[in-house]
């Protein structure tokens, strides 16, 4: 069985500061790792994966990832945080199965 | 918009009743897949399809619940009797899927918000 732990159910930073958002994984085989955000009372929005190759991993709105295959760990990193990069953060993870399986979520806020 | 389109957005409801959600994937994809999510937590697997196929269903889909997807295209889930333990956030999300080439990527729309007095 696969799994996605995020193990900070909230994380506080200044805004301007950098943000680090934690996941880990249990996937068999190779880890198929995604970022998504969601705002209230939306859906769910891509933010970036990591499928193979390097391993830090950009994606939208300034946002990075680095995949940790010793430590078992997909983290969501962005250098200067934002007061409207508060939101709802979610990793997920597959075996190129056939669907993804979600970590319970992070709340982040920022603040001025 | 060519995003993924959920209706309604809100359904309150008694218990007992019958809701009905629908979904418009994105045109191109051929896998649609139904995830229920409830407040505070990440989003559950319920089921998936490959065009009209059914292909996989969650222990969560309990015999109250089920999907179609009649000609491969928009998609429909219903709640039979329902139960206030029901009530959550219904997403839906579409995929395109190749042989060989299956990154993952789900393109969620808004969701069906359901409560169940």
């Known amino acids: 069985a696969q799994s996605v732990a995020q193990p900070e159910d909230q994380v506080n930073v200044a805004e301007g500061n950098p943000l680090t958002v934690k996941c880990t994984y249990s996937v068999s085989g190779n880890p198929y790792l995604f970022w998504y955000v969601q705002y209230p009372n939306r859906g769910l929005q891509f933010l970036l994966k990591?499928?193979?190759?390097?391993?830090l991993v950009k994606g939208s709105y300034g946002f990075e990832a680095e995949f940790n295959k010793s430590q078992t760990s997909f983290h969501l990193k962005k250098p200067s945080a934002l007061v409207s990069d508060s939101a709802l953060y979610f990793c997920a993870g597959h075996n190129a199965g056939n669907m993804l399986t979600f970590g319970g979520g992070t709340r982040l806020m920022v603040k001025p | 918009d060519t995003g993924v389109s959920q209706d309604p957005r809100h359904k309150i409801t008694k218990r007992g009743q019958n809701v009905t959600f629908r979904c418009d994937p994105i045109?191109?994809?051929?896998?649609l897949y139904w995830y229920r999510q409830t407040l505070g937590q990440g989003p559950e697997f319920l089921t998936y399809f490959q065009n009209e196929a059914q292909l996989e269903k969650s222990r969560l889909l309990s015999d109250r619940f089920s999907a179609e997807r009649p000609k491969g295209s928009f998609s429909t889930l219903e709640i039979q009797r329902t139960e206030q333990g029901d009530s959550a956030m219904y997403l839906c999300?579409?995929?395109?899927?190749?042989?060989?080439?299956?990154?993952?990527?789900?393109?969620f729309g808004e969701g069906s918000r359901l409560t169940v007095l």
């Open positions: 990591y499928i193979t190759g390097d391993n």
């Open positions: 045109s191109e994809h051929n896998r």
């Open positions: 999300a579409s995929s395109p899927h190749r042989s060989g080439l299956n990154t993952g990527e789900l393109f």
